[in-house]
């Protein structure tokens, strides 16, 4: 069984300072691991996935995200936050066995001018 | 050009009634997919098709019955409505296994 845990429904930071966003995960086989992002009233954006390739994962909008397999964990990191990037993140895990994406509780950015 | 699409946006309806969401995708994926969105925002797959075929089916109730009249189109449609229905539900497709999924703008659902 997959499943996906998010530390922290909300996070906030002030506008230029690091975002860090955790997720950890727990799958028996091995993972593909995504980062979307949910603004308000809208549906979801893939911000970066990871697929067993590079373990450094770099996104759009200056995200990037690292997986590291002997802490199950692929937190996403910004070095610079915007006002724009106040919204709804999402982590998941998903295998090859049939695509379904297993989503983390979500966390709560926020950006503080 | 819109790559997933969902009608209506919103719906707001009563208890008992039935019920229609419409998704279309022109992306040329051969994977559908249903997910619900709680008030809690957790998102939860409840139905997943590929090439019109069902392929997950979440364990939930026989009153939501999914219907692909093509690899295009993934329709819900949800029989005597609950209280507990209300959520926004996102269509998404994706090509088969674990490739990037894109949404479509989702459906609040409203019961009343």
């Known amino acids: 069984a997959q499943s996906v845990t998010q530390l922290g429904s909300h996070v906030s930071v002030s506008e230029g300072a690091l975002v860090l966003l955790r997720c950890n995960y727990s799958?028996?086989?091995?993972?593909?691991l995504f980062w979307y992002v949910q603004y308000p009233n809208q549906g979801l954006q893939l911000l970066l996935k990871?697929?067993?390739?590079?373990?450094l994962v770099k996104g759009i909008n200056g995200f990037e995200a690292e997986f590291k397999k002997s802490e199950t964990s692929f937190h996403l990191t910004k070095p610079s936050a915007h006002m724009s990037d106040a919204a709804e993140y999402f982590c998941a895990v998903s295998s090859n066995q049939g695509g379904k994406l297993i989503f983390g509780q979500g966390t709560e950015l926020s950006v503080k001018p | 050009d819109t790559a997933v699409s969902q009608t209506p946006k919103y719906l707001v309806t009563q208890m008992g009634n039935d019920k229609s969401i419409k998704c279309e995708q022109n992306?040329?994926?051969?994977?559908m997919y249903w997910y619900k969105q709680d008030s809690k925002k957790f998102l939860k797959i409840m139905f997943s098709?590929?090439?019109?075929?069902?392929?997950i089916n979440e364990t939930v109730p026989n009153r939501f019955s999914p219907k692909s009249p093509d690899k295009a189109h993934l329709n819900l449609h949800i029989n005597s409505l609950e209280l507990g229905d209300s959520a926004v539900y996102f269509c998404?497709?994706?090509?088969?296994?674990?490739?990037?999924?894109?949404f479509g703008p989702g459906t609040r659902l409203t019961v009343l």
């Open positions: 098709y590929n090439n019109k075929e069902l392929i």
């Open positions: 799958s028996s086989v091995p993972p593909y």
């Open positions: 990871y697929t067993s390739a590079a373990t």
């Open positions: 998404a497709s994706s090509q088969p296994g674990a490739d990037t999924q894109y």
């Open positions: 992306l040329g994926h051969d994977t």
